[in-house]
């Protein structure tokens, strides 16, 4: 560790070094937002009136897939070769 910087400054920038890029891009805002509406919407691809636990499971997956494309496509925060 170099004498010249604190740990908390030393963690941040390894942080910072081992991150791929931005999460909230404005794209990854607007389908998180769009979710979560789908979520507090009564209208459902499986309402939940007539099928309770498949229509829980419709929301779960819509969330499960949500975060799994914010996850995979962060935006490019600076490229380095």
């Given at each position: 560790?170099?004498?010249?910087?604190?740990?908390?400054?030393?963690?941040?920038?390894?942080?910072?070094?081992?991150?791929?890029?931005?999460?909230?891009?404005?794209?990854?805002?607007?389908?998180?937002?769009?979710a979560l509406?789908?979520?507090?919407?009564?209208?459902?691809?499986?309402?939940?009136?007539?099928f309770p636990?498949?229509?829980?499971?419709?929301?779960?997956?819509?969330?499960?897939?949500?975060i799994c494309?914010?996850?995979?496509?962060?935006?490019?925060?600076?490229?380095?070769?």
């Amino acid at each position: 560790m170099l004498p010249d910087k604190s740990k908390l400054e030393t963690a941040k920038e390894l942080f910072d070094a081992s991150r791929k890029g931005i999460l909230w891009t404005p794209r990854n805002i607007i389908l998180a937002v769009v979710a979560l509406l789908y979520i507090l919407s009564p209208i459902d691809l499986v309402p939940e009136f007539l099928f309770p636990l498949i229509g829980w499971l419709d929301d779960v997956g819509i969330v499960a897939a949500v975060i799994c494309w914010i996850a995979t496509h962060r935006g490019a925060r600076n490229k380095q070769p």
